[in-house]
């Protein structure tokens, strides 16, 4: 139990184009979902939590008109990077928690050429 | 507490030895700790977690030690195997499980050497 899906889990994409993440809890209902990025070699990094039907609240530094988040149903967020540059690269992970714990998926790498 | 966008240390050792894994924390108000294995390409994965209320817990062939005192956190892995090589990450959570935003440490690569 406690799966956490993303999709697509690669994508390449140009400089200027919109990519839409999506993460989904498979087999329970989340009270609230959480956006990280993480950079080579480096830790994961909070952008965002968003609950289901209220908008999300971005971390210090994360800019919220680029990284659109939607929180559309207990069971689904969505991540979209838009207008995306070469520096947007990087490896975007998606956790989905309930009240036995926090669950993340297993990531969506991210390329803009 | 914070995480720092620094590169990761780095712990090499042989096939069968005891591997440790430390990780400082700076909130003093986070009250559950979480360690978390991240192989290459992808999410971190549980595994094993303590709250504030004990200083060590055991699984299988993992034990994590909490001195809240310094506020240090610690990871052994006994008996290590090839299959152990990854990225460790700690995380810190105030306020348990049902609140409050994980924060993750710095992490620290393990290699496994047969």
């Known amino acids: ?18 990519v839409k993440i999506e ?5 329970f209902q989340a009270t609230t979902m959480f956006w990280y990025r993480q950079f080579p070699k480096q830790s994961l990094m909070l952008m965002a939590t968003s609950n289901e039907g209220s908008k999300a609240t971005y971390e210090q530094g994360v800019e919220k008109d680029k990284f659109l988040i939607n929180h559309a149903s207990l069971t689904l967020s969505t991540l979209t990077v838009t207008s995306a540059h070469p520096e947007d690269s990087s490896f975007y992970i998606c956790s989905a928690r309930n009240r036995a714990g926090q669950y993340f998926g297993p990531g969506t790498r991210l390329t803009v050429t | 507490g914070e995480s720092v966008g620094l590169h990761l240390p780095t712990l090499s050792v042989q096939e069968g030895d005891n591997s440790i894994i430390n ?24 595994i094993i977690d303590i709250r504030s209320n004990m200083d060590k817990r055991q699984g299988q062939r993992v034990t994590v030690l909490l001195n809240k005192t310094v506020k240090h956190l610690s990871l052994q892995i006994a008996a290590t195997q090839p299959g152990d090589s990854a990225v460790y990450f700690c995380a810190e959570l105030p306020g348990g499980t049902s609140y409050g935003k994980l924060t993750f440490g710095q992490g620290t690569i393990l290699t496994v050497h047969p």
Not at chain 2, 24 to 45: L, R, T
Request: proline fraction near 4%.
């Open chain 1, 23 to 27: 993460c989904r809890s498979l087999d």
């Open chain 1, 1 to 18: 139990g406690a799966v956490v899906s993303q999709h697509p889990s690669w994508v390449i994409c140009k400089s200027g184009t919109s």
């Open chain 2, 23 to 46: 990780c400082a924390y700076s909130n003093s108000a986070s009250d559950y700790f979480i360690w978390y294995k991240q192989e290459s390409g992808k999410g971190p994965q549980f």
